[in-house]
């Protein structure tokens, strides 16, 4: 007898089509924020933040109430959501270079209001949609477009550890950094996700998750290859873990 | 003096706190805010009355998050506004531009002063082009309201709500240092216009119904065509609805002064002097700078000889007047760089020297 | 008919509060009125003006470059205001912190301690704002006593209402100015 191992989540829009490149990882990311919402039963309840970047088609796919913003202004704009609908469940969709590199006044200051808000964002080292540059999350001696010959300190200074930062503030409710290279690993950053909308359902603050994802396009890399730099590259950088959650002793 | 009343009785108030109450009694629910002087009592008073009326504020980290939080409370359907002043205004530029394309109804009350760059604290008109030619990307038109009297501050506040609501268009309050700082008695009578459905757009959650998508990515050519056209549409019903101006002794006038604003009190009484010199002086005083009233500035080409524009800046006002009248009649300039408008007697002796 | 007066002085005198209590009552008396001030970089210490400018037709200019009446309350708005009183028009000076002296032969001078008189008869230099409005409504006549109470009534605002009661004996004060023995 067949057993349903996997099934899309409902509140997927009908005929919804990623159009994600072949192994990014922001197709899992979404898949697993979609989950959280049908389990904790409050889709219809939700209002999507959007920002600028390959993250910005999330509402192509969810069948959520949705709000794009300009870029790094997501966590302003959903401070605006949340504030005008406290009943609402509001989240933000941002990659690094939105939440930590043009928006990160509004990210901070977002979790230091210890707003009862939601943020995913996804780290995959690189502006993704504009092809490939420098980001803030750029590792030491990574290639990209605009550091040609690697990240090095004389140009360019160091990475942001964004879960670190966020950790810090004392409106934060919840902060970890999860990774979709494996398996166990999925496991645990939807747990972490869950954990984020929790905390804000709850009304005890900002919950957030840093995801370390792959761009395998502008990493000329393999699908394979790209979660391998997952693991060898960047968790050594990004350790991945809890760095902060209130509910827990 | 903060007042917070609905009242028939006439209470002597500042054009900022004037402002800030009306946006009170208009129904205003979110009020997001930086300080800058000359409009830092608006947050003042709303950082008090919003929180005893449970109502939201938020003292923001930059003008750039103001109205992006402006920006997300609109988005629900519910009134609310921020405002700043010239310099920080340009930091909310790419926002309006967002909003102009998103159709939400921001109302931002703008405050000028001097400029470019930090410039002074002092009243100025600089901002005209920023209002009402945008300093957003992509084509796109602001409502924009210029009030003249601390009584207008009120009235016109009620107004951008309502426009705002009614056009789903970003609207601007367009006051300056003087009308801020200055204070008037002013009465303050309920909101007077009627609340507009916004269920058919507003963000609510998808209950029963599929997601909504509020956003200003077309990534086709073809959408952005069509979309643009349609918005240029709204745009042209906005000038046939709502333009408003005042007209004073235009008929029959050689010279019509046109100014908007604070100005325009000292053009009044300018035209006064004139008139009692002999000289045929009319004034012109347009309300609604976006919708600007260019028909009857075109109208009035025919029989007046010579337009004269007054306005504290370098002349911005003075090309949309000129645009009107379309080289029919000279349209001459009396402007002061910045700081509160020129005399009546200096405006009218700049004037007869024009003529 | 439009009157316009500058009150001036150091900040911290109160100039303001004495311009809005004015304004105020013109507004009681049916008045087009506005007060506009001189606003800014200075909270304390530095030099604070205002305009009040009072009409029966509506109020055009509101930042005024002339006055028919001037109270300044130091010597540094004595000196900066004096040219700029209307001829025929009055100069009230604060002879505590400016020096007597007559530079224009066609305005009036009005000469008071109006600060020392605060001090002496009402134990606090900070009444020394509505005193001189007492003197101004005497000179002037253009608003009674008995509005400028109401007025000072609808200004204080409800936290600081135990200063009222000293307020209209400063006003009073004022207005007995010519009176009272120096």
Redesign the interface.
């Known amino acids: 007898m067949a057993t349903q191992v996997f099934k899309i989540p409902e509140i997927y829009?009908k005929n919804a089509k990623y159009t994600f490149c072949p192994g990014c990882d922001h197709g899992v990311a979404v898949r697993l924020v979609a989950e959280v919402l049908e389990e904790m039963k409050c889709?219809?309840?939700?209002?999507a933040?959007?920002s600028i970047g390959c993250s910005?088609t999330l509402?192509d796919f969810?069948?959520?109430?949705?709000?794009?913003?300009?870029h790094g202004?997501a966590l302003?704009?959903?401070?605006?959501?949340?504030?005008?609908?406290p009943d609402?469940i509001v989240f933000t969709y941002q990659g690094d270079g939105d939440f930590a590199s043009i928006g990160l006044?509004?990210s901070m200051?977002a979790a230091l209001?210890g707003e009862n808000l939601t943020a995913i964002c996804i780290n995959n080292t690189t502006y993704g949609m504009t092809g490939g540059q420098l980001g803030p999350t750029t590792i030491l001696g990574q290639v990209t477009t605009t550091s040609p010959t690697g990240r090095n300190l004389e140009y360019y200074g160091y990475p942001i550890k964004i879960a670190e930062h966020i950790a810090l503030c004392d409106g934060t409710a919840f902060s970890a950094r999860v990774s979709l290279d494996t398996v166990p690993n999925i496991r645990k950053a939807k747990q972490a996700i869950k954990k984020a909308f929790e905390v804000q359902a709850k009304g005890l603050g900002f919950g957030f998750v840093e995801i370390l994802s792959t761009c395998p396009t502008n990493w000329r890399m393999s699908p394979d290859k790209a979660h391998d730099r997952v693991r060898e590259e960047m968790m050594p950088v990004f350790k991945p873990g809890v760095y902060k959650d209130i509910t827990e002793g | 003096m903060a007042v917070d009343c609905l009242t028939d009785k006439k209470v002597l108030i500042k054009g900022n706190y004037a402002i800030a109450n009306a946006a009170v009694l208009a129904g205003c629910?979110?009020y997001?805010g930086y300080p800058i002087t000359p409009q830092s009592e608006i947050g003042e008073f709303m950082s008090g009355k919003m929180q005893e009326l449970g109502r939201?504020y938020?003292s923001?980290?930059?003008e750039?998050?103001?109205i992006?939080?402006?920006?997300?409370?609109?988005?629900?359907g519910?009134k609310?506004m921020s405002s700043s002043s010239s310099c920080a205004v340009s930091l909310m530029q790419?926002?309006l531009s967002?909003a102009t394309s998103?159709q939400l109804p921001v109302v931002l009350v703008s405050v000028m002063r001097g400029g470019p760059g930090l410039g002074n604290i002092y009243p100025s008109q600089g901002d005209y082009f920023q209002a009402t030619k945008g300093g957003g990307n992509g084509d796109y038109k602001l409502i924009v309201l210029a009030p003249s009297t601390v009584q207008e501050c009120v009235d016109l506040t009620y107004k951008a709500f309502y426009l705002a609501q009614k056009y789903r268009n970003p609207t601007v309050l367009l006051a300056d240092g003087l009308l801020g700082q200055m204070m008037e008695p002013v009465t303050f009578k309920p909101y007077p216009y009627p609340e507009i459905d916004n269920s058919d757009w507003a963000?609510?959650?998808?209950?029963?119904r599929?997601?909504?998508?509020?956003?200003?990515?077309a990534p086709l050519a073809d959408n952005q065509c069509v979309f643009l056209e349609r918005l240029y549409n709204k745009y042209k019903l906005i000038e046939e609805n709502e333009t408003e101006w005042e007209e004073k002794d235009t008929q029959g006038a050689d010279i019509v002064l046109v100014s908007f604003g604070s100005t325009s009190r000292n053009v009044k009484t300018a035209a006064k002097i004139l008139r009692l010199k002999g000289i045929k002086a009319g004034i012109l005083r347009p309300v609604t700078l976006f919708p600007f009233p260019s028909k009857r500035l075109q109208e009035l080409s025919n029989t007046v000889k010579k337009f004269v524009v007054v306005e504290v800046n370098m002349g911005q006002m003075v090309y949309d007047v000129k645009l009107a009248v379309n080289g029919k009649v000279p349209v001459e300039l009396v402007h002061k760089p910045v700081g509160a408008p020129p005399s009546p007697e200096e405006i009218a002796k700049r004037i007869e020297e024009l003529l | 008919m439009e009157k316009d007066f500058i009150i001036a002085g150091f900040g911290g005198q109160g100039v303001l509060l004495a311009g809005e209590v004015l304004a105020n009552g013109f507004m009681l008396d049916d008045k087009n009125v506005t007060w506009y001030p001189s606003y800014g970089a200075e909270m304390r210490g530095g030099t604070v003006n205002c305009s009040i400018a009072m009409a029966d037709e509506e109020v055009s200019a509101v930042q005024k470059s002339d006055a028919d009446f001037i109270i300044v309350l130091n010597q540094a708005s004595f000196d900066k205001f004096t040219s700029m009183v209307k001829k025929g028009g009055t100069i009230i000076v604060n002879t505590s912190l400016a020096i007597e002296k007559r530079i224009r032969n066609d305005i009036n001078y009005i000469f008071y301690p109006i600060t020392k008189m605060a001090e002496e008869k009402l134990q606090n230099i900070k009444m020394a704002n509505i005193l001189s409005l007492g003197i101004l409504s005497k000179v002037s006549g253009l608003i009674s006593l008995e509005t400028l109470e109401k007025a000072l009534n609808n200004v204080i605002p409800p936290h600081r209402r135990n200063l009222i009661p000293k307020n209209l004996e400063a006003l009073k004060l004022g207005y007995e100015y010519d009176l009272l023995k120096v």
């Open positions: 829009r889709a219809e309840n939700t209002i933040v959007c910005v509402y969810l069948n959520l109430d949705s709000l794009e913003a300009p202004r302003a704009e959903a401070t605006g959501v949340k504030r005008a609908k609402k006044a509004e200051h209001r | 629910q979110c997001f939201a938020v923001a980290e930059s750039l998050a103001a992006n939080m402006t920006i997300g409370a609109c988005a629900t519910v609310a790419e926002a967002y998103d963000l609510d959650g998808a209950k029963e599929d997601g909504r998508i509020i956003r200003s990515y």
